[in-house]
């Protein structure tokens, strides 16, 4: 291979954009020929590539190691808490929505009006008013509901990114 064909090879090497057979021609070259001072730079690192290639890893506890690390670890009881948890906030928030509902039900109706109605049109008002507080606390439950999802989405989120980190980690040691 001349001078010139070399050079051209080397830029599409640092380019990235060199075939798989150009590669190998850089390799044979660099294995058979004595580096020159513009080419020591890649015949070095070609040379640790070879090197690398033909390394062989005797350590049995590498491939233990690799391997205790690849398995998940399962933590039942800090799932069945954390699954508690979620319940539990769950249950409150439904407990608070009720509490408010009821509370505001208690302000906002008149002493009066707590017994049976001899009117059906004012009963099927205060039951249409009573039926419009309940939706507006279940509404607002609802949106903290929507909060709790998008806490427990993101926190998916980042024990997957860190789950996928630690494969990642794992297959570079490899």
């Given at each position: 291979?001349?001078?010139?064909?070399?050079?051209?090879?080397?830029?599409?090497?640092?380019?990235?954009?060199?075939?798989?057979?150009?590669?190998?021609?850089?390799?044979?070259?660099?294995?058979?020929?004595?580096?020159?001072?513009?080419?020591?730079?890649?015949?070095?690192?070609?040379?640790?590539?070879?090197?690398?290639?033909?390394?062989?890893?005797?350590?049995?506890?590498?491939?233990?190691?690799?391997?205790?690390?690849?398995?998940p670890k399962v933590r039942p009881l800090i799932r069945f808490v954390h699954n508690g948890l979620r319940?539990?906030?769950?249950?409150?928030?439904?407990?608070?929505?009720?509490?408010?509902?009821?509370?505001?039900?208690?302000?906002?109706?008149?002493q009066e009006m707590l017994d049976t109605y001899s009117d059906p049109e004012l009963a099927f008002e205060?039951?249409?008013?009573?039926?419009?507080?309940?939706?507006?606390?279940?509404?607002?439950?609802?949106?903290?509901?929507?909060?709790?999802?998008?806490?427990?989405?993101?926190?998916?989120?980042?024990?997957?990114?860190?789950?996928?980190?630690?494969?990642?980690?794992?297959?570079?040691?490899?």
């Open positions: 291979m001349d001078s010139k064909e070399l050079e051209r090879l080397l830029e599409k090497y640092w380019a990235c954009e060199t075939t798989l057979e150009e590669e190998q021609m850089l390799r044979e070259y660099f294995r058979t020929t004595p580096a020159t001072e513009a080419t020591r730079d890649a015949a070095v690192m070609f040379a640790y590539f070879d090197m690398q290639r033909t390394r062989q890893l005797d350590d049995a506890s590498l491939d233990e190691r690799i391997a205790n690390m690849a398995k319940i539990a906030a769950g249950i409150a928030v439904l407990v608070a929505a009720v509490w408010l509902v009821h509370d505001e039900i208690r302000e906002n109706t008149p205060e039951t249409k008013r009573a039926l419009l507080i309940i939706s507006r606390g279940f509404g607002a439950a609802e949106e903290q509901a929507r909060k709790l999802d998008l806490f427990n989405e993101a926190q998916q989120k980042i024990r997957n990114e860190m789950t996928n980190q630690s494969e990642e980690e794992v297959k570079r040691e490899l």
